[in-house]
């Protein structure tokens, strides 16, 4: 009985361990490690910092201010593990490696994979690259510089080097053999590469199905019918979309003659999406897309600047509308009760469509064969949203104001200002995107203006030939 007892505790054990280890990142452990980061206990604050995933430790150094930052690293340095200079937002990330002594940021980046290594030798001056390249095993050291020469946000310079590539003839035995007896291997990879003579990927087999066949069987046998590869100059955006599309966990790299390079893992293909998503909200937002919490207060104004002045712009261009009507709306307090409602309403069914336009750009679901469809449909969306909404506000301006003709005006300039913002939330951005310009960034000002005139000049000029 003891011996089971003993299993028991043993199994416990594992579960109490897994648990620690599944600690997350609480306002407790924050104030603890900022405690024992005011109290220079560098014990303690590597203790603290034990259980915790690369993640977590990313987000506790993005989360504290500037002076903290600097305290922390002072005490913890020496055991920052090079995975959390990967995880961390690239304005801190910078901040972070001047910060670092360069012993202890060579030996953080030594043990990564290439791409991650490239990914952060990226925004290093040239002389810090050079020291930590030359703190490199001369394998890794080449591998990195070749990714480094590939061009910026390419598929080369998103790929790892290490890859597990074996002849195409081989059998399934001489596979596992060849895994078992090398000591080079990612530490994580998906599939199994097979190459031709001249070093040229032909398809690849996934690990499962390579554990789970005989070993007398060929590799050929058991290759992927999803096998892709992609050259090292293809962007980075066009490789990320592909996974998606095709649902694919790694990715072959070549270069122009077609010889295996490196591979790409689905991990940094997602990052990739997940940066053109943020990206494409900021833009429309008129945020520049590289701004964080983190960047200084005078930084982030100056970004935010341009985009609120081209919003000026637009809007005393709708004003000139506007004022064109001072007579009707001096004679009829009631037209300047309701534009800010048809003004609003034409926005909020503009920022709708163009919403929808965007994405669908960026995930090519919008081409150039269902484009004539789509903006069909918005239009048709417009409309009837705008017939709904007109015959809404006829009732309430009716029973508001008590004028059975305004009431018309509002219902007819309600439907024409909707179906137009519908119309151009979705044009402007198609029209933008085939001019080559990036339609998340300029669409909103152009589609805000558009709303705003035709709504202002529907219910005005409606207004001043129906009512006055």
């Known amino acids: 009985m003891a011996e089971p007892e003993h299993g028991a505790r043993q199994e416990t054990g594992v579960l109490e361990a897994e648990e620690q280890s599944r600690e997350g990142l609480d306002n407790e452990r924050i104030q603890a490690i900022l405690d024992a980061v005011e109290a220079g206990d560098a014990p303690a604050v590597i203790a603290e910092l034990e259980p915790l995933h690369a993640a977590d430790i990313a987000d506790f150094i993005e989360q504290i201010s500037s002076q903290q930052r600097r305290a922390f690293l002072a005490l913890s340095a020496d055991q920052l593990d090079g995975d959390v200079l990967s995880e961390l937002e690239e304005g801190v990330r910078e901040e972070v490696i001047e910060a670092l002594p360069r012993e202890a940021l060579a030996e953080a980046v030594r043990e990564l ?74 530490d994580q990879f998906y599939h ?114 341009l985009w609120l002045f081209i919003n000026l712009i637009t809007a005393i261009f709708a004003s000139l509308v506007i004022a064109q009507f001072e007579d009707e709306i001096s004679a009829l307090v009631a037209l300047a009760v309701l534009m800010p409602i048809v003004a609003s309403m034409g926005g909020n069914a503009g920022t709708q469509s163009m919403t929808v ?63 137009s913002a519908a119309l151009s939330g979705i044009v402007l951005p198609v029209m933008l995107d085939k001019m080559k310009v990036d339609p998340a960034l300029a669409s909103g000002p152009f589609v805000t203006t558009v709303t705003d005139v035709v709504g202002f000049f529907a219910f005005l000029g409606l207004a001043s030939v129906m009512l006055l």
Do not use: C
């Open 357 to 419: 336009a965007v994405r669908a750009l960026a995930t090519r679901e919008l081409t150039g064969q269902n484009t004539r469809r789509v903006i069909w449909r918005e239009l048709a969306v417009g409309m009837i949203n705008g017939s709904a909404f007109g015959l809404i506000m006829a009732v309430v301006a009716g029973f508001w104001f008590g004028l059975p003709m305004l009431a018309v005006v509002i219902a007819l300039s309600m439907f024409a200002t909707l179906a």
């Open 113 to 186: 994979d290439t791409d991650d290594v490239v990914d952060i030798l990226e925004d290093l001056e040239d002389i810090d690259q050079a020291y930590i390249l030359e703190t490199m095993e001369s394998d890794d050291r080449a591998a990195v510089e070749s990714s480094l020469a590939w061009p910026e946000h390419s598929a080369g310079r998103l790929m790892q080097s290490e890859t597990v590539a074996v002849p195409q003839d081989w059998t399934v035995g001489a596979a596992i053999d060849f895994m078992r007896t090398e000591d080079w291997l990612p």
């Open 192 to 305: 199994v590469i097979l190459v031709d003579e001249r070093h040229r990927p032909s398809g690849y087999v996934t690990l499962g199905r390579l554990l789970s066949a005989r070993r007398a069987m060929a590799l050929s046998e058991l290759v992927e019918e999803s096998f892709l590869s992609v050259e090292a100059t293809e962007e980075e955006e066009e490789v990320a979309h592909l996974f998606n599309k095709y649902h694919l966990i790694s990715m072959p790299v070549v270069d122009q003659s077609g010889r295996l390079v490196g591979v790409i893992t689905i991990d940094d293909a997602m990052a990739v999406l997940d940066d053109e998503h943020e990206e494409d909200m900021l833009r429309m937002a008129g945020v520049n897309e590289e701004s964080s919490l983190s960047d200084r207060i005078i930084d982030t104004a100056k970004g935010r600047f």
